[in-house]
C-alpha cells in the first residue's frame, strides 16, 4: 500500500506571497492532519480535516487553512507569507475509525521564504 | 489541555547496548501514546504504540513504558545499531479524535 505523498518536496516563495501544499493520504484512510515543523517550536498542530470537514484547529493564525477533498486527498493554504512560516510541513493520515488509530506521516514539504 | 515534555534533548550510546528516551505529559486523560522516529530529510515513521489501559508493550527491539501514576512514558531500543540514529518524539493523545500533542524530540546519536 502506497504510503502518504506531499508535493511539493521543495519550495521557496518571498514574503507577502501564497503557497499550496497538497497531500494525499493512505487509500482508505478518512482523516488528513497537517503539522508546522521548526527547530524552535518542533511539531505543531495546524489542523486536521474528516470527511471534507475541518474537525481541529490548532493555534495558528487564520493565513493558514486548508481543506480536504471527496477523495480524502487536502490541500493547505498559507497566505501573505512571513519569514516565519518557512518550516517544513508535514501532513499526516489515519483511518479514524475509534479516535485512537496512528498517524503516518508524509515526506514533508519544506518551504522556505526569504 | 495537553503538554508534552521530555528530559533529554540528546542521547549518544555505543552501538550493541541499550537507549532508553523518556517523556512525560501533563494531561491525566491521555489516553493514547506513540512514538516516532525522524531520521534527516524525512517525515516521522510509526515506531509503536501504547493505550493507556496497557503499561507495557513490545516490538522488535523495542518496548515502550507507560507509568500513569506519574505521567510518564518511555521507549527503550535494544541493542542500539547505526541505523537507530534519528530524533525520537512522543505523541500524546486524549482520543476522542483529539489531536496528538508532541515532544520536542530527542537526538539519539549511535556511536560505532
Known amino acids: 500500500k502506497a504510503g502518504v505523498t506531499q508535493t511539493p518536496r521543495y519550495l521557496i516563495k518571498t514574503r507577502g506571497q501564497q503557497v499550496t501544499l497538497s497531500c494525499s493520504p493512505i487509500?482508505?484512510?478518512?482523516?488528513v492532519s497537517w503539522y508546522q515543523q521548526t527547530p524552535g517550536q518542533g511539531l505543531q498542530f495546524l489542523f486536521e480535516?474528516?470527511?471534507?470537514?475541518?474537525?481541529n484547529k490548532g493555534n495558528f493564525p487564520g493565513r493558514f487553512s486548508g481543506r480536504q477533498f471527496s477523495n480524502s486527498r487536502s490541500e493547505m493554504n498559507v497566505s501573505t507569507l512571513e519569514l516565519g512560516d518557512s518550516a517544513l510541513y508535514l501532513c499526516?493520515?489515519?483511518?479514524?475509525?475509534?479516535?485512537?488509530?496512528?498517524?503516518?506521516f508524509g515526506p514533508g514539504t519544506r518551504l522556505l521564504v526569504l | 489541555g495537553e503538554s508534552v515534555g521530555l528530559h533529554l534533548p540528546t542521547l549518544s550510546v555505543q552501538e550493541g547496548d541499550n537507549s532508553i528516551i523518556n517523556c512525560a505529559y501533563s494531561?491525566?486523560?491521555?489516553?493514547?501514546f506513540i512514538w516516532y522516529k525522524q531520521e534527516s530529510g524525512k517525515g516521522p515513521q510509526f515506531i509503536i504504540d501504547?493505550?493507556?489501559?496497557?503499561d507495557k508493550r513490545q516490538g522488535q527491539r523495542v518496548t515502550v513504558l507507560l507509568n500513569k501514576t506519574v505521567k510518564h512514558l518511555s521507549l527503550q531500543i535494544a541493542a542500539t545499531q547505526p541505523g537507530d540514529s534519528a530524533v525520537y518524539f512522543c505523541?500524546?493523545?486524549?482520543?476522542?479524535?483529539?489531536?496528538?500533542?508532541f515532544g520536542k524530540g530527542t537526538r539519539l546519536s549511535v556511536i560505532a
Open positions: 499526516a493520515s489515519s483511518l479514524a475509525l475509534t479516535g485512537l488509530e496512528t498517524q503516518y
Open positions: 487509500s482508505g484512510h478518512r482523516s
Open positions: 480535516y474528516f470527511s471534507e470537514t475541518q474537525r
Open positions: 494531561n491525566s486523560a491521555s489516553d493514547y
Open positions: 501504547i493505550r493507556s489501559n496497557m
Open positions: 505523541a500524546v493523545s486524549q482520543g476522542g479524535n483529539t489531536p496528538l500533542v
